[in-house]
């Protein structure tokens, strides 16, 4: 052994030299070596892969700004970004910010190559080309269209927590964060496929969809950290040779799709010229639309993509959002109070369900929904982006280089930054609402500023393309299921369970449901 590593001095003196000098040069010398964190993030992303592994990520990013301030280094190559100053510099249009290899492992096999997804997709030629074809899908305008679908989903949930709850001969609880999530994968099956997956129906999780998804997320969640650990598991050309060729979610995706297409030449051959599909005009129509129109980049495949990425983007985000504000306005007994009596006064002119325009009319409701996005933001994770050449001019007068990895995170900015006022980890949807003596001016100001510092659904040119269609899901589901049940918690003292993989998931927090 000596004799070995004698006759190999030199080599052996390098690599000593080295392991050496890497650690004094990522702390002392590195362009980001001026920002503070924790000192093994400085030299290895295993600090941040063992923090989202943790599932308590969201936590510890938001205790970690609270003590280092607003931007934190957490990786040898990575900013941890607190300040809603940098939202435009980062997001906004023109800034040249690209996607981070942190998207890689969301990437998965469809069929025989990988998937790139409106989400997913780091390359802005293809994200633009992805987009144009459908973005009107998504618009303010669809998402009202889409407001019998809503309706629908919303009576087939109070009657069917009535049938196995309410009237249980039994005295039963009700897993309400279950029930939200069944709403939401329900909801999106019908807009997406025109079939729900029958969730509410069943009051379950049929085939353990939901449970599969997320035990997906807590795998590839940590690994989006180090995303050669997704190479080297999942993407490398040995283990395309003997993976798994079997892809459950494509596999539904084009039998849904399929039924479809049967539907609409069953009305097209009907006679039924009027309309090319039967109203609303769901996101299959408007995939399969652009397959016609845009063949170069929509082929088969990518219609299958564009569904799945509506299930696994606008499901899980909207149950989370959905149970927060239930939850919070359960704990918060002036809050619930408050609501309620909006409600009561606004009764006679609400019909069931609520409809989305008259949900505008009721402030109250809206303040406790943005303040809901706010206190809990369904993405756990910063927003990852990658410096262009031009670097991210900072707040003092430095540069961070180009390549650098760059995130703002929506907990520790909701959490702690002073634009809330005071007490910002409190649940108080007061705040959106004018103060006493407060000028109207003065409070659309302060709004707008709250409003430019909220990052529930991203920013910019990769904003959340389903916001406007989560607005109407959850303005229309609060008021409607208030109206017709008293929810309780079972444990009031008792916290609710997170879990924290790319979205920060609820458990644990049943209620019992009466008639109102
Ligand atoms: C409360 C509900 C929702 C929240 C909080 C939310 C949050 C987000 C966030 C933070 C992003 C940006 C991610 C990033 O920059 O990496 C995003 C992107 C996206 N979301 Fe949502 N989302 C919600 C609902 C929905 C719904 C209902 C849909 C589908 C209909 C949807 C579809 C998408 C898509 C397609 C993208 C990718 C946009 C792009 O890169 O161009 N989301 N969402």
């Known amino acids: 052994m000596m004799d070995t590593i004698m006759d190999n001095w030199p080599l052996v003196g390098v690599a000593a030299l080295a392991t050496l000098l890497y650690p004094l040069y990522q702390i002392f010398l590195h362009p980001l070596s001026r920002y503070p964190g924790p000192l093994l993030a400085k030299l290895t992303d295993y600090w941040r892969f063992r923090d989202v592994r943790s599932r308590r990520s969201h936590l510890t990013r938001v205790a970690l700004h609270e003590r280092h301030g607003p931007v934190v280094r957490v990786g040898p190559n990575m900013l941890s970004i607190a300040d809603p100053a940098y939202i435009p510099k980062i997001y906004g249009p023109g800034q040249g910010f690209l996607k981070s290899p942190f998207y890689q492992p969301f990437e998965g096999w469809v069929g025989e190559k990988i998937g790139y997804n409106l989400f997913t997709t780091r390359d802005p030629a293809y994200h633009a080309a992805l987009k144009q074809p459908v973005a009107a899908a998504y618009g303010f305008k669809s998402a009202l269209e889409f407001e019998p679908i809503v309706d629908q989903c919303i009576e087939t949930m109070v009657r069917r927590i009535d049938e196995l709850i309410v009237q249980a001969k039994v005295k039963k609880a009700c897993d309400l964060a279950g029930w939200m999530q069944y709403y939401a994968f329900d909801v999106m099956a019908i807009m997406t496929y025109g079939k729900a997956f029958g969730f509410l129906e069943r009051g379950e999780d049929v085939n353990h969809m939901i449970a599969r998804l997320d035990a997906r997320l807590d795998v590839i969640s940590p690994e989006s950290q180090m995303p050669w650990l997704d190479w080297l598991q999942r993407k490398n050309w040995v283990v395309n040779i003997f993976r798994d060729r079997t892809n459950p979610f494509a596999t539904i995706a084009a039998s849904l799709i399929r039924?479809?297409?049967?539907?609409?030449?069953?009305?097209?051959?009907?006679?039924?010229?009027?309309?090319?599909?039967?109203?609303?005009?769901?996101?299959?129509?408007?995939?399969?639309?652009?397959?016609?129109?845009?063949?170069?980049?929509?082929?088969?495949?990518?219609?299958v993509i564009y569904t799945t990425t509506n299930i696994m983007a606008g499901s899980d985000t909207v149950a989370i959002a959905l149970r927060t504000l239930f939850y919070m306005v359960l704990r918060h007994a002036g809050?619930?109070?408050?609501?309620?009596?909006?409600?009561?006064?606004?009764?006679?002119?609400?019909?069931?369900?609520?409809?989305?325009?008259?949900?505008?009319?009721?402030?109250?409701?809206?303040?406790?929904?943005?303040?809901?996005?706010?206190?809990?933001?369904?993405?756990?994770?910063?927003l990852e982006r990658v410096v262009p050449a031009a670097g991210l001019a900072m707040r003092d007068g430095s540069r961070v280089p180009a390549g650098v990895q760059v995130g703002c995170h929506a907990w520790p900015i909701h959490l702690l930054d002073?634009?809330?006022?005071?007490?910002?980890?409190?649940?108080?949807?007061?705040?959106?609402?004018?103060?006493?003596?407060?000028?109207?001016?003065?409070?659309?100001?302060?709004?707008?500023?709250?409003?430019?510092?909220?990052?529930?659904f991203g920013a910019g040119s990769r904003m959340c393309m389903g916001r406007h269609l989560a607005a109407v899901q959850i303005a229309k589901l609060v008021p409607s299921l208030l109206m017709k049940f008293r929810f309780e918690l079972v444990e009031p003292l008792r916290d609710w369970d997170l879990v924290c993989g790319w979205f920060v998931r609820q458990a644990n927090m049943d209620v019992f449901v009466d008639k109102r």
């Open 259 to 303: 039924d479809r297409q049967a539907a609409l030449i069953a009305t097209s051959s009907s006679g039924d010229t009027e309309q090319k599909a039967p109203s609303p005009r769901l996101f299959i129509d408007h995939f399969l639309d652009a397959q016609e129109t845009h063949p170069a980049v929509v082929d088969s495949r990518t219609v």
């Open 418 to 456: 002073p634009v809330w006022g005071p007490e910002p980890k409190q649940f108080r949807p007061e705040r959106w609402l004018r103060a006493a003596g407060e000028s109207a001016e003065a409070h659309a100001e302060r709004v707008a500023a709250m409003k430019r510092a909220m990052l529930a």
């Open 335 to 382: 809050v619930r109070a408050r609501l309620l009596a909006e409600l009561d006064a606004a009764a006679p002119g609400l019909t069931f369900p609520v409809s989305w325009e008259q949900s505008q009319r009721l402030p109250y409701l809206d303040a406790v929904v943005q303040e809901s996005l706010r206190i809990h933001p369904p993405v756990g994770l910063p």
